[in-house]
């Protein structure tokens, strides 16, 4: 396992206290990071329904298609009895569902009238939690009061144990061998794509000491005028002269993340991106030296608001949020955002993806960092410069 015993053990006791704090009788999990962290259970099979049954008492239940219940069983550290694998006739089938069989298979065990008692949990947010999969559940078990469990096992997941703090200086490491694999490969004349294939090559590959794993979302590389906005990926055009390129990556191991971004210009950088980057490292750097326990999250995004207004600048947008393990398509928690409207007060051990990122017309700058709330301050979990990247300038 790649946790001890007593490190699960404590998960399932923290979701189970905060189940009785929302009063529900039974959790399904159907969020893949969520049944990784309860369970171990680690393989890409997410694409078909499965999902873990939580009772308030007594074992959990994985069900998965029946061809991934062995996987199940090689990464999980469930018995097999509690590993369960559904009939491939209910996979991608337009009349039925495989939560028709999971719920005639739970009320075979006699596990629907103990839940009955209370409320039952379900992660009515997740990716991979369908409106067909609702209303098959909701069609097979009527006994049943399903509510939203509004990311109860993410919430459990936000303060990290330090195995898991390990694992995310671990995927750090492997992050910075993929940042400098991106900054070596961006060079006038090179295809974008040429440049991303070098950058998963080095993600998926980590370090001699530290193995990469594949990250929740691919290298992304605004570029040039398109450096304007976040979240686009890379193309077959070649790079050019003076132009910017935003990179954002993470390194991952064993699912667990450590994201980092920077902007590198091959050439001069005009003079307003200088403005912008000078703007962005001040408001970063602000908000850095403010993180501590119990310090609200909103205080955080006043003091980033405030030194951005010194440069006459504001972003609209949150600076970051929560961080840890991730599966494809992200890898936030979805749960603390790091914005003015957050409740959230920090805590020790709590993961985050800190984010400049300014978005202009025609330009763009991002710098970020992935940080620890420490006892007594930050840790950021990569030493790459924090610096706007001129190159062939």
Known sequence: MLFSTEEYSARLAGVRSRMADQGLAALLVSDPANIYYLTGYNAWSFYTPQLVFVPADGPMILFARAMDADGAFRTSWLPRESIIG???????????????WVSF??????????????CVGLEMDSHFFSPKAYRSLVNAIPEWTMVDSFELVNWVRSIKSPAEVQLMRSAAQVCLSAMRTAVESIEIGVRQCDAAAQISRAQISGTAGI??????????????????????TWNQERFQKDQAVVIELAGAHHRYHSPLARTLVLGK?????????????????AVLAEVRPGVPVRELARTWN??????????PSRIGYSIGIGYPPDWGERTISLRSEDESVLAENMTFHVIGGMWMDNYGYELSEAIRVTATGVETFTSFPRELIQKGG
Do not use: C, M
Not at 86 to 100: G, I, L, N, S
Not at 105 to 118: D, F, S, V
């Open 86 to 100: 559904y009939p491939e006739q209910y996979v991608h089938r337009p009349h039925v569902h495989p939560f028709d």
């Open 105 to 118: 298979a739970l009320r075979e065990r006699h596990l629907i009238a103990p839940a009955a008692k209370g």
């Open 211 to 232: 193995g990469g794993d594949y990250p929740a979302i691919v290298p992304l590389l605004p570029t040039g005028d398109e450096a304007d906005t976040p979240h686009l």
């Open 269 to 285: 950088a005009p003079e307003r991106l200088v403005r912008l980057s000078d703007a962005v490292a001040d408001g970063l750097n």
């Open 306 to 315: 405030w030194t951005l207004a010194t440069h006459g600048l504001e972003k």
